[in-house]
């Protein structure tokens, strides 16, 4: 069957999210599906970078980005939404199916931390997101917020989470500095959304609850979703196993800042310095490797695509001492404010 884009590719500007019906055959799921099965152990499916998963992994994403590419204009030509390059974090979630849908809650609504401290700018950062294992069209999908019908409904949460990312709503008992913080909001409470704003961290309380207008679109593998990271979403449920994998494309000539790093408020500097991800180490690295405190996304894509063919070791170090980043970070010591 014909690929075929529901409402046009005109709904990112509205919606902020198309379905797009065939985009991939039997024979390319079983492709990009094969390394991961490969890789997981027992019947418990576990988050994998596809990239991680050797030369087969390397081809199932490089094979997906080229279908992304291949609808580059017409998204452009649709939507205005410039895309050039992908984010190299494709990755594959599983809905971590127990058969009790209690026992381990999917996780709520949220917009994604890293790639927003990585563009800055959201709305010009596209997800496709692509079940690969999904028994049934209405169960264990993806649900999405909607934004014009949020902008009508809350003009005010609207507002904060426009070209953002890293919001989540969330328990008032639960807030940054808490343990286990950013898994809050798995527990589905909606009490308040929490956002950066200026430096610090703002708590919005909806006037709506946002279930009542939110969107999940019946999808099988073949179908996928193009979402823009501004958009919210949350899984829908752990009724049946699933396995999806995300790709992601974004305007590689937007500048991204150093000092827009520095603002951030205390709880995502404390992530950036932990020695446990090195993600943060090498994204400050890329302006010390470029002498300039403005970069291009491409620029620091390539220079974290280069920074991650090493070993961790070499990443944690990059071309940034570790004084160095934590003097960017306005820290003392990891996970430590000045």
């Not at 997906?64 to 609808?71: A, D, I, N, S, T």
């Not at 005010?156 to 898994?183: D, Q, T, V």
Request: contains cysteine; negative net charge; proline residues 7%.
């Amino acid at each position: 069957m014909a690929m075929h884009v529901e409402g046009g590719w005109g709904e990112l500007n509205t919606r902020g999210f198309v379905v797009v019906r065939n985009f991939l055959s039997q024979e390319s799921l079983s492709m990009v599906l094969k390394p991961y099965l490969g890789k997981i152990k027992g019947e418990r499916f576990e988050f994998h970078p596809a990239r991680l998963l050797g030369p087969e992994g390397v081809a199932a994403v490089t094979y997906l980005e080229g279908r992304v590419r291949e609808l580059f204009p017409e998204i452009e030509a649709g939507s205005g939404l410039h895309l050039t390059t992908f984010d190299p974090f494709s990755t594959f979630f599983p809905n971590n199916y127990d058969g009790v849908e209690k026992r381990s809650p999917p996780a709520g609504w949220h917009s994604d931390p890293p790639p927003y401290h990585l563009f800055q700018d959201m709305s010009q950062y596209l997800n496709c997101w692509i079940p690969l294992i999904k028994p049934k069209a209405d169960t264990s999908g993806l649900t999405l917020l909607p934004m014009d019908a949020l902008r009508q409904a809350d003009p005010a949460i609207y507002e904060a989470i426009h070209r953002h990312g890293g919001a989540a709503f969330a328990s008032r008992k639960l807030l940054p500095g808490a343990p286990g913080y950013w898994h809050s909001h798995r527990n589905y409470e909606r009490e308040v959304l929490v956002i950066d704003r200026d430096g610090e961290l703002d708590y919005i309380t909806p006037k709506i609850d946002v279930d009542t207008i939110s969107v999940t679109p019946d999808i099988l593998p073949g179908d996928v979703i193009f979402a823009r990271g501004d958009v919210m979403h949350r899984a829908q449920d752990q009724l049946t196993n699933r396995v999806a994998i995300s790709v992601r494309s974004v305007n590689g000539d937007m500048k991204v800042h150093k000092e827009f790093l520095r603002r951030l408020p205390e709880f995502w500097r404390k992530g950036l310095a932990n020695p446990e991800h090195h993600f943060g180490a090498a994204l400050l690295a890329a302006f010390s490797f470029h002498g300039r405190e403005t970069l291009t996304v491409q620029e620091v894509l390539d220079y974290l695509t280069a920074v991650f063919r090493r070993s961790p070791a070499e990443v944690a170090v990059a071309e940034a001492t570790k004084g160095e980043l934590l003097s960017i970070l306005g820290l003392t010591e990891y996970g430590v404010i000045v």
